[in-house]
């Protein structure tokens, strides 16, 4: 069994800066290739963040220049770094994720996400 679990949101005022994580564990060996999505309230879900198992990103044009996508040298964590955020950040964040089991298997996961809430 795999799980994928996302941690790091919190509130902050406007101009902070917060780091999500999404972490793969169980019988994997690693994260291939991970979407952020998030959802305010009331609103679509909206893919903010894609990294690649090449390691390409690609942004959405409300977060480019203030959300960077990295992952640790073991591929079971991704990062999503979160700067100057602002109000219209707020929501529910989470992330889907490829995954690449023991015996050359894969699996596509997700988590349960984690808020942000950014004030004014």
């Known amino acids: 069994q795999v799980y994928l679990m996302e941690s790091g949101g919190g509130e902050v005022q406007a101009g902070g800066s917060l780091r999500l994580s999404c972490a793969a564990s169980g019988k994997v060996e690693g994260i291939r290739a991970v979407d952020w999505y998030r959802q305010a309230s009331g609103r679509r879900r909206e893919l903010v963040a894609a990294?690649?198992?090449?390691?390409?990103?690609q942004y959405a044009d409300s977060v480019k220049g203030r959300f960077t996508l990295s992952r640790d040298k073991a591929k079971t964590t991704v990062y999503l770094e979160m700067n100057n955020l602002k109000p219209e950040d707020t929501a529910d964040y989470h992330c889907?994720?490829?995954?690449?089991?023991?015996?050359?298997?894969?699996?596509?996961?997700w988590g349960q996400g984690t808020r942000v809430t950014v004030s004014s």
């Open positions: 889907e994720a490829d995954l690449n089991l023991f015996g050359a298997t894969m699996a596509r996961a």
């Open positions: 990294l690649t198992a090449d390691d390409d990103t």
